[in-house]
């Protein structure tokens, strides 16, 4: 899963990351790799926390709608691509029905934006869990 990061620098200052998507995920280092390196982590902790307390993993917005936000103006937006098999434990394999041309459609957009199946109905499970509310325990 990709997040958009937001990197800057204050005079005498380390490298600062805020996470836009994720309230509250900041991460900071000593260069702009560092920071970057050091944002991987912090995001994967974030989700972490969030899927132990049984909170929805919020929606992500688009990369235009991050220009427009006044306070990601002074720096420099950056993608980072976050594996999700390394949260909350292990993958578990599952069988699931699809109608053919549903998957066909599933297996195109996929092909063409890079990602394979099982990330794409990962993704598209927790922005519907993200618009509809909170998982009940």
Do not use: W
């Amino acid at each position: 899963m990709q997040y958009l990061i937001f990197i800057h620098k204050d005079d005498e200052s380390d490298y600062g990351v805020i996470v836009p998507d994720l309230p509250g995920c900041y991460s900071a280092g000593k260069s702009i790799e560092e920071a970057i390196h050091n944002t991987h982590e912090a995001i994967e902790c974030h989700l972490e926390g969030l899927l132990l307390d049984g909170d929805v993993i919020p929606l992500k917005q688009s990369f235009e709608q991050h220009l427009d936000n006044p306070e990601l103006q002074d720096g420099v937006l950056a993608v980072v691509e976050i594996d999700l098999s390394k949260i909350s434990g292990k993958s578990r394999r599952i069988n699931i029905t699809v109608p053919e041309r549903f998957l066909e459609q599933i297996d195109q957009y996929t092909k063409e934006h890079g990602s394979n199946r099982s990330a794409f109905l990962l993704d598209a499970a927790m922005s519907f869990m993200a618009e509809h509310g909170r998982v009940s325990s």
